[in-house]
C-alpha cells in the first residue's frame, strides 16, 4: 500500500511539474496592422491561404490581412450575426458584460478566431460564452453548444469572474472537435464534439483547470500575476496555448490538456523598442502551422517605445526540430 501511494504520489508530481521549456523562438517578420478602425485585435487564423482577424470592438466583420510593403492592410468582410442564444452565465455577469459593451463597443466581445478546412470561420464570444459559425459565403450562425459547457465549467472555476471568460478557441480540420480556452481565475481548457447539427461532451466538457500566479519575464519586473491562457490553436493532433503572462507558447495534449513543451517569445517581444509603459502582457492571438507561429497583439490604446500605435502581428519560425519534438 505503502508502494501504491507512493506511486501515485509521484505522477501527480509529474502531472503537475512544470513543463520543459525549450529555445527562444526567432522572429521571422513584425507587420504594423492598417485600417483596423477599431484596434483591439483579438485572433487570428489562417484560412487556406488566407489571414484572418477579428477584433473584440466589431460584432459585425472579419478583416482579411493583406501583406503589403511591411504591414497588414485590413479589409472587412461584414456579416450578420443572429440573436444569440440566451447565456447560461448568471445574472450578474451578463449585467457587467451588456454595460461594458454599451461603454467600450462589441457587445459580443469576439476574443477568438479558428477556421476548419471546408472555411468555416469560428468566432468565441465571451461576454456570451457562445460560438458563432462563419461560413466562407458570409452566413453567420450560432452553434448549438450543450447547456451543461458553462455549468461544468463554472464547477471548474472557470467563468466565475467578469471580463475573465472564454478567451481562446481551435477546432480540428473536419470540424468535429471544438476546444475553448478560459483565460484566468482559473484558467482551463474544455471540448466539444460534433453530433449532427449539435455539439456535445464526451466524458465531461471540461479538460482541465488550474489556478495560481506565476512570474512576468525579468524584463517586466518579474511580478507575480494570474496564469492565464489569452490564446488557443490546433495543429498536428495537439492543442497550443498563447500564455500572455509568460510570454510563450506550450504545446498540450489533446486527451487531458497537460503542457509538455513550452517556448518562450519573450526576448523578442520585450525589447526596447517594443515595449509599451504597462508591465503585463498584450499577446492576445495565436495560430501554428508547420513553418511558423502567428501571434497579434492587443496594444488597445497604447503607444510603444518607438512610436507604434497600430496592432501587431509577429510571425515566428518554428522551432528547431519543429512542433512536435520532444522535451
Known sequence: MRNHLLA???????ANAEPVVLEELKLEAEYPVTEMPGGNLSGLALCGETLWAV???DDDRLYQLHREEGLLRAEAETFVAPEPPESALPWGLRMRNWVA????GGALDFEGLACDAQGNRYLVSETRAAVLQVSSNGNAQWLNLPSGLV???RASGMLLHFNQ????????????RLWLAAEQRRRGLTVLHRRGSGWRCTGGCVLTSESGDEASPEALGGHMAPRDFSGLAYFG???FTLERQAHRVCRRTLSDGVAEICWSFAAEAL???????PDYGM????????????IGVDNGSQTRTDGEERPIVWRFAAPKGGWSRRP
Do not use: C
Request: proline residues 2%; aromatic residues 8%; glycine residues 14%.
Open 8 to 14: 501515485l504520489g509521484l505522477l501527480a508530481g509529474v
Open 55 to 57: 477584433s473584440d470592438r
Open 101 to 104: 459593451g454599451l461603454v467600450r
Open 283 to 294: 499577446a492576445e492571438a495565436l495560430w501554428i502551422d508547420k513553418d511558423g507561429a502567428w
Open 151 to 153: 455549468r461544468q465549467a
Open 165 to 176: 471568460g472564454f478567451e481562446g478557441i481551435a477546432i480540428d480540420p473536419a470540424g468535429d
Open 271 to 277: 525589447t526596447e523598442q517594443r515595449r509599451y509603459t
Open 237 to 239: 493532433e495537439k492543442l
